[in-house]
C-alpha cells in the first residue's frame, strides 16, 4: 500500500501547485499550463495505451458488453444529472429553473461529476495489488464506457450552447471509426510493445491531437475541433499485437509481479508515469474563486453536497451483477468508481471557456478536489472490502472480461 499512499502525496502536491504556481508565476503561468495539460495527455495516453493492449472481448458475449454499457452509462449519468439539478434548484437564483439559460450551463457544468478518471482509478488498483480481482476487471470495462458516455454527453451539451457546428461533427465521425478501427484490428497489428515504443505511440498521439486543434483553431477560434486523448490511446492499445506466448493477465495473476529484467523494467517505467500522471492531474485543477461564492461556510456546504451526490451516482452498480459477485465486491466496485480527475477537470475548463463561472464552477472545482484527496481512502476502503472475498477463479466469473 505504500505506492497508493506515494500516489495520494502526489495528488496532494499537484493540487496544491495548481492553487499557488499562478499567482507566484505571473506571466509566465500560461507557458507551463500548456506545457502541463500536454504532458497530461501524454501521461494518460500512456496508461491507456496499456489498458486496451490488456483488454479484450470476446465476440460470443456481445450482450454482456451492451449491459455493461448501460451499467457505465446510467452510473455516468446519474452524477451528472443530480449535480445539475443541485446547481439549478439550490444554488441558481430564484426563479432559474423556469429559465432556460441556467439549465444550459448547469448542465454542462455538472458533467464533471460524470466520469470515473480511468488512468488514476487503473493505476491506484494494480498499486493496492488487486489487478487479479474480479472488481479490477469490472472496472477496467465501466472506467472506459463512462469516460467514453462522458465524451459523448459533451457534444450535444456544446450543441445546446453554440449550435450545431461542423466541429462537433468531425468529432463524431471521428469517434465512430476509432471504435470501428478497434473492432476490426483487435490485438492484429504486429507492432513493438516494449515501454519505448509505447512512449513514442503516446507522444504521436498527442501531438497529432495538438496538431488538430491547433489547426481547426486557426479555421474558426470559438469552437476547436478538441478530441480527448484517452479513446484514440485506449484504441490503439487494443489493436496492438500480443507476442507469441504473451498474456497479460498472467501478470495480473502475479498481482503486477512481473519476471524478468525486462518486465520488471516495464513494470518500473508504468509506475513512475502513474507517479507523474497523479502530480500532472492535480495541477490541471483551475485556480478556485471564492467570487460569487456565498461565504465559506456556504461553499463548505455546497462543496460536500455535491461531492455526496456525486458519488451516490456512482452507485448504481451495486444493483447489478448479482449473478457475478458478493454484495462485498459489489460495493467495492462502486467505490472504486468513485475517483474523478482528468476528464472531470477537462469539463470544467470547457464551462469556463463558454463563460460559465461564480459559485457553481468554484463548488464544483472544489468537490473534484476533494474527491481526488480522497482517492486513496476510497482505494484503502475498496481493498478492505475485498480482504475476506474469496477469490474466484475465471471459471467461477463466467470467463475473462
Known amino acids: 500500500m505504500r505506492r497508493v499512499l506515494l500516489f495520494s502525496i502526489l495528488l496532494i502536491l499537484g493540487l496544491a501547485g495548481s492553487q499557488l504556481l499562478p499567482s507566484a508565476l505571473g506571466a509566465a503561468f500560461p507557458a507551463l499550463a500548456t506545457a502541463i495539460r500536454v504532458l497530461t495527455m501524454l501521461a494518460l495516453a500512456f496508461i491507456m495505451i496499456h489498458v486496451g493492449y490488456e483488454f479484450e472481448i470476446d465476440r460470443t458475449r456481445l450482450r454482456s458488453y451492451a449491459v455493461d454499457y448501460g451499467v457505465a452509462g446510467t452510473a455516468a449519468a446519474l452524477p451528472w444529472l443530480l449535480c445539475a439539478l443541485y446547481f439549478v434548484f439550490v444554488m441558481a437564483p430564484r426563479g432559474a429553473a423556469t429559465e432556460f439559460g441556467p439549465w444550459k450551463e448547469a448542465l454542462l457544468a455538472g458533467l464533471f461529476a460524470a466520469p470515473t478518471s480511468a488512468g488514476i482509478l487503473f493505476s491506484m488498483l494494480a498499486a493496492a495489488g488487486l ?14 464506457f463512462d469516460d467514453l458516455q462522458t465524451v459523448l454527453l459533451m457534444i450535444p451539451l456544446k450543441m445546446m450552447i453554440v449550435g450545431l457546428r461542423w466541429q462537433l461533427g468531425v468529432i463524431v465521425v471521428v469517434m465512430a471509426g476509432l471504435i470501428g478501427l478497434g473492432w476490426k484490428y483487435l490485438h492484429r497489428v504486429p507492432i513493438p510493445v516494449t515501454w519505448p515504443w509505447v512512449l513514442g505511440y503516446a507522444g504521436a498521439i498527442t501531438l497529432v491531437l495538438e496538431a488538430i486543434d491547433h489547426a481547426s483553431r486557426l479555421i474558426d477560434g470559438t469552437l476547436p475541433i478538441h478530441i480527448e486523448v484517452l479513446l484514440p490511446a485506449f484504441i490503439l492499445g487494443t489493436v496492438l499485437a500480443r507476442p507469441a506466448g504473451h498474456d497479460p493477465h498472467q501478470d495480473d495473476a502475479r498481482e503486477g509481479h512481473l519476471e524478468g529484467p525486462e518486465s520488471a523494467t516495464e513494470q518500473r517505467v508504468a509506475t513512475w508515469v502513474s507517479a507523474a500522471f497523479m502530480v500532472l492531474v492535480g495541477l490541471s485543477i483551475p485556480v478556485l474563486s471564492l467570487q460569487g461564492a456565498a ?80 482517492t486513496g481512502l476510497f482505494i484503502l476502503l475498496v481493498k478492505r472490502l475485498l480482504r475476506r472475498e474469496p477469490l474466484m477463479t475465471n471459471l467461477s466469473r463466467g470467463g475473462r472480461i
Open 295 to 374: 461565504g465559506a461556510g456556504g461553499l463548505l456546504l455546497h462543496t460536500l453536497a455535491l461531492t455526496l451526490l456525486a458519488n451516490t451516482g456512482k452507485m448504481f452498480p451495486m444493483l447489478c451483477y448479482g449473478r457475478e459477485a458478493t454484495r462485498r465486491e459489489r460495493l467495492a466496485l462502486c467505490i472504486g468508481m468513485w475517483p474523478r480527475g482528468e476528464v472531470g477537470a477537462g469539463v470544467l475548463v470547457v464551462s469556463l471557456s463558454f463563460g460559465i463561472s461564480g459559485a457553481m464552477i468554484t463548488a464544483a472545482t472544489l468537490s473534484l478536489a476533494l474527491n481526488l484527496l480522497c
Open 131 to 144: 489487478s487479479s480481482t474480479w472488481l479490477f476487471k469490472k472496472a477496467r470495462v465501466l472506467a472506459i
